[in-house]
C-alpha cells in the first residue's frame, strides 16, 4: 500500500504482472466483470428499444442542459509541495439540439456551426487543503466555512441570483416551497448527536448549536468536513462537493423552470455526469432528490408535461468497462436491464447484497445506440419508487417511463463529429476543462427562443465580480 500521498507505487519497478507471487494469485482469481462465456445470462435482460412503454415524443426536445465538473489539486508554492490547493469547475453548458440535428445531416461541419449552437456556463472554487487556514481557524473549520462561502455565492447561472445554497434550500422542500432550515444530524464542532429535526437546525445564514454554541453552516449539511484530512490529499472531499455542486447546479435548472416557464422542461433533456447516485457522506442526500424529483414528476404531469428528463451518463468506472466487454452481446438499438442479481455477479458482491439502495435515485441501464456504442445510464424511476429497493416493481421497464425517450434523444445526438461521445457530454466537459472564460448564460439563450413564458430581467442582475476579468 503506498504511503498517504505517495503517487505511483513503491514497487512499480518490478513488472507486477511478470512477478511471480502476482502471477500465481491470478491463477486463483476470477475477475467478475470479465465477458461471460454465454450470451444467456445477458439475452432475457436485453430488449428492442421500440417495444418499451413510449411517453413524450423525440420531436419536442429542443435543447440539451449538460452539467460538469473538473476538480483538481494543486501545490500553493516550491517550499511547500505539501500543501495544496483544491481547485474545482462546474460548467453548464445548452445546446439547441434543432440545429445540432440539420449539423448531423451535412457531410462537413462548419466549428462556427457548432459553436452558434451552444452555449456554456462555469462557476470555480478554491478549497483549502491541508495545513491551509484561515487566521485563528483550524482547518477543518477553514473547509466548512469557505465551502459554505461557495454556496451562498455561486450563482447557477449568470442571469439570475439564485445561488448553490438556495438550490441546497429547495432541495429539502417541495415544488415552489423551498425548506427555510434544515435539519443536521451531528454536530461538527463538538459531536452532539441530534435527538430530532429541531436539535440542529441550520438557515441559510447558519446556526449554533445548543450544546457547544459552535457556529454552524449550511454547506455542513453535505458532511464533507467529515472526510476533511488534516494531513495528505484532500481529493476525496473535492469530488464531493464537485458532484453536489453539479447536481444543485442542476436542480436550479429544474427549479427555475418549473418557477418560471414550465413548458422549458417538456423541451429540455437534462444530463448529468455520471450515475444518479450520491456516494459517501453525501449519500443521504439520495432520498431527498428521490423525493424532490418525484415531486416534481407528479407536479409536471398535474400539467401534461412528461418531465423531467433526467439522464446521468458515466463516462468512466466498473459499468462503463463491462459494457464494453459484453458490447456485442448487445444487439444495437437494444436497452439492457441490470437485475440485482446480474449486478451482484459482475461485482463480486454477495448474492443476497442489496446494490444501491442507500445511493441511487435512478436506476442503471446499458444502451446500446444504433451506431453500436454502449452507454451506461441512469434513468429516474416512477415517483413513489425506490429504484433499487428489492422489489420486482423496480427491476421491470415500466418503472422508467422515461428510459425510451432518453434513449431516442441520445441516439439523435451522435454524428460522426464526436465518434465515441455524447456530443453535449463532450461539449460541457470541454467547458468545465478549459480556463475561465466570459461568464455567459444558459438562460439568456434559451430566453432568445421565444419560448413561452421564459423572460428575463436581466438588467437587474449584475455579473458576479468573479466574471469580471473577462
Ligand atoms: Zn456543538
Not at 465551502?147 to 445554497?165: G, I
Not at 445548543?210 to 455542513?220: E, H, I, T
Request: with cysteine; charged share 20%; proline share 6%.
Amino acid at each position: 500500500m503506498p504511503y498517504t500521498g505517495e503517487k505511483a507505487s513503491r514497487l512499480g519497478h518490478v513488472g507486477t504482472v511478470r512477478n511471480e507471487a502476482v502471477k500465481a494469485a491470478l491463477q486463483r482469481w476470477t475477475i467478475t466483470s470479465a465477458r461471460p462465456s454465454s450470451r444467456d445470462a445477458i439475452d432475457g435482460l436485453c430488449s428492442p428499444l421500440e417495444d418499451l412503454p413510449l411517453a413524450g415524443n423525440l420531436a419536442d426536445i429542443d435543447f440539451s442542459i449538460t452539467v460538469d465538473g473538473s476538480d483538481t489539486e494543486v501545490e500553493t508554492t516550491r517550499e511547500h509541495p505539501t500543501v495544496k490547493v483544491g481547485y474545482l469547475r462546474v460548467a453548464g453548458s445548452m445546446i439547441r439540439l434543432d440545429v445540432f440535428r440539420s449539423l448531423a445531416r451535412v457531410r462537413y461541419i462548419d466549428p462556427r456551426d457548432v459553436r452558434r449552437s451552444y452555449t456554456d456556463y462555469a462557476f470555480d472554487v478554491a478549497l483549502p487543503g491541508s495545513q491551509l487556514a484561515r487566521p485563528g481557524m483550524s482547518g477543518v473549520d477553514t473547509w466548512r466555512a469557505e465551502l459554505d462561502a461557495f454556496l451562498q455565492n455561486s450563482r447557477f447561472d449568470s442571469s439570475t441570483t439564485m445561488t448553490l445554497a438556495d438550490g441546497l434550500l429547495a432541495l429539502h422542500g417541495t415544488r415552489g416551497t423551498p425548506a427555510t432550515r434544515i435539519a443536521l444530524r451531528v454536530c461538527p464542532n463538538c459531536g452532539l448527536k441530534a435527538k430530532d429535526e429541531a436539535t440542529l437546525p441550520v438557515a441559510a445564514t447558519g446556526g449554533n448549536c445548543p450544546s457547544c454554541n459552535g457556529q454552524l453552516y449550511l454547506a455542513d449539511v453535505l458532511r464533507t468536513h467529515e472526510e476533511y484530512n488534516i494531513e495528505g490529499s484532500n481529493f476525496t472531499p473535492m469530488g464531493r462537493v464537485m458532484t453536489a455542486a453539479e447536481r444543485l447546479m442542476s436542480l436550479c435548472y429544474l427549479n427555475f423552470f418549473a418557477d418560471t416557464a414550465p413548458e422549458v422542461l417538456r423541451h429540455t433533456i437534462f444530463l448529468t455526469d455520471g450515475p444518479l447516485a450520491l456516494f459517501g457522506p453525501l449519500a443521504p442526500l439520495k432520498r431527498r432528490f428521490q423525493e424532490h424529483l418525484g415531486d416534481l414528476t407528479r407536479w409536471c404531469a398535474q400539467r401534461g408535461l412528461v418531465a423531467p428528463l433526467i439522464v446521468g451518463i458515466e463516462k468512466s468506472g466498473a459499468f462503463v468497462e463491462h459494457a464494453e466487454q459484453i458490447r456485442d452481446l448487445i444487439p444495437t438499438g437494444h436497452v439492457m436491464r441490470l437485475t440485482n442479481d446480474y449486478i451482484n455477479r459482475i461485482s463480486g458482491r454477495p448474492a443476497n447484497n442489496h446494490y444501491g439502495v442507500d445511493e441511487f435515485y435512478g436506476r442503471r441501464f446499458i444502451y446500446r445506440t444504433r451506431t453500436g456504442d454502449p452507454l451506461v445510464i441512469t434513468v429516474l424511476p416512477t415517483p413513489g419508487l425506490s429504484p433499487y429497493d428489492g422489489v420486482a416493481e423496480v427491476e421491470g421497464w415500466d418503472a422508467y417511463p422515461t428510459l425510451r425517450l432518453i434513449c431516442e434523444v441520445l441516439d439523435s445526438l451522435r454524428t460522426r463529429m464526436y465518434q465515441h461521445a455524447v456530443v453535449p457530454v463532450a461539449l460541457a466537459h470541454s467547458a468545465a476543462a478549459l480556463p475561465l472564460g466570459v461568464g455567459r448564460s444558459v438562460l439568456t439563450m434559451m430566453a432568445q427562443q421565444n419560448i413561452p413564458g421564459l423572460k428575463l430581467d436581466i438588467q437587474a442582475v449584475q455579473p458576479p465580480a468573479y466574471f469580471s476579468k473577462g
